[in-house]
């Protein structure tokens, strides 16, 4: 799993030079596809219970899921961009907000906060610990920065599979299951954060989540490996100690 998730989060950073006014979210796309087929790798996405293309990539007050097209980003707009990839049967998956030139300041900040909730999330993994820790620490930050959490949506295992147990919420929750996290266990953490009401709605493609009053969202994820020297970001970026 280190090796696809080393492959992906080189992926991550080409597509974050070329973002910018002007390219196509299909334009993202195509670059995303060619990049993981030329390492020998396939699209985690494409095809997935129907899904068109290699990536989500989502616009402004879409949450996730979007579908890329013909859609020029612009100045001042933020971009989530979700990817997924398999090598040697095994998935990595993984997601980022990308400003477009220069944003304002209530976007850059949902950003900041966003990213910091993954972070925070990351934080609170222990072997020993229940699941629902992760959701708390994210939670608890986001709404203290006056954000809300998407709560349809959540992080899930990862190894084998796309999509395995355990759910991995983003938020403190009663109503599902709440695993002990054991060493060995990979997660994908992704909190949706929105600026206005923690509701969303469906897009009429049937893809895309929209926040219900149209407000910015942003998403961030990261593939982590539960240690016992604690949690270990398979998809970080580069080295260093930052997440990104």
Same mark, same amino acid.
């Given at each position: 799993?280190?090796?696809?998730?080393?492959?992906?989060?080189?992926?991550?950073?080409?597509?974050?030079?070329?973002?910018? &006014?002007?390219?196509? /979210?299909?334009?993202?796309?195509?670059?995303?596809?060619?990049?993981?087929?030329?390492?020998?790798?396939?699209?985690?996405? +494409?095809?997935?219970?129907?899904?068109?293309?290699?990536?989500?990539?989502?616009?402004?007050?879409?949450?996730?899921?979007?579908?890329?097209?013909?859609?020029?980003?612009?100045?001042? #707009?933020?971009?989530?961009?979700?990817?997924?990839?398999?090598?040697?049967?095994?998935?990595?998956?993984? $997601?980022?907000?990308?400003?477009?030139?220069?944003?304002?300041?209530?976007?850059? +900040?949902?950003?900041?906060?966003? +990213?910091?909730?993954?972070?925070?999330?990351?934080?609170?993994?222990?072997?020993?610990?229940?699941?629902?820790?992760?959701?708390?620490?994210?939670?608890?930050?986001?709404?203290?920065?006056?954000?809300?959490?998407?709560?349809?949506?959540?992080?899930?295992?990862?190894?084998?599979?796309?999509?395995? #147990? &355990?759910?991995?919420?983003?938020?403190?929750?009663?109503?599902?299951?709440? &695993?002990?996290?054991?060493?060995?266990?990979?997660?994908?953490?992704?909190?949706?954060?929105?600026?206005?009401?923690?509701?969303?709605?469906? $897009?009429?493609?049937?893809? /895309?989540?929209? /926040?219900? #009053?149209?407000?910015?969202?942003?998403?961030?994820?990261?593939?982590?490996?539960?240690?016992? #020297?604690? &949690?270990?970001?398979?998809?970080?970026?580069?080295?260093? /100690?930052?997440?990104?």
């Amino acid at each position: 799993m280190q090796a696809s998730a080393e492959i992906l989060a080189s992926v991550f950073l080409a597509i974050r030079e070329m973002v910018a &006014p002007g390219v196509t /979210t299909a334009d993202i796309d195509e670059v995303i596809e060619t990049r993981i087929r030329e390492a020998g790798c396939v699209p985690s996405f +494409k095809g997935y219970h129907g899904f068109p293309a290699s990536a989500c990539i989502s616009v402004n007050e879409e949450v996730v899921h979007g579908i890329p097209g013909d859609r020029e980003l612009l100045n001042g #707009d933020i971009v989530g961009v979700d990817i997924g990839l398999i090598k040697d049967d095994w998935h990595a998956d993984s $997601a980022e907000t990308i400003p477009v030139g220069e944003i304002g300041p209530e976007a850059d +900040k949902l950003l900041r906060v966003t +990213k910091e909730c993954l972070e925070r999330g990351i934080a609170a993994i222990e072997v020993g610990q229940r699941v629902s820790v992760i959701g708390m620490a994210i939670e608890q930050h986001a709404r203290a920065n006056g954000f809300s959490v998407v709560e349809s949506l959540v992080g899930h295992g990862i190894g084998r599979e796309l999509h395995e #147990d &355990p759910q991995v919420p983003n938020f403190r929750c009663f109503t599902m299951p709440d &695993p002990v996290m054991e060493e060995g266990l990979v997660i994908a953490i992704e909190p949706m954060i929105n600026a206005g009401t923690k509701r969303v709605m469906t $897009a009429r493609d049937e893809w /895309t989540i929209l /926040t219900a #009053d149209r407000e910015l969202s942003a998403h961030f994820e990261h593939t982590v490996a539960v240690t016992a #020297d604690g &949690p270990q970001i398979l998809t970080r970026r580069g080295t260093g /100690t930052a997440a990104f």
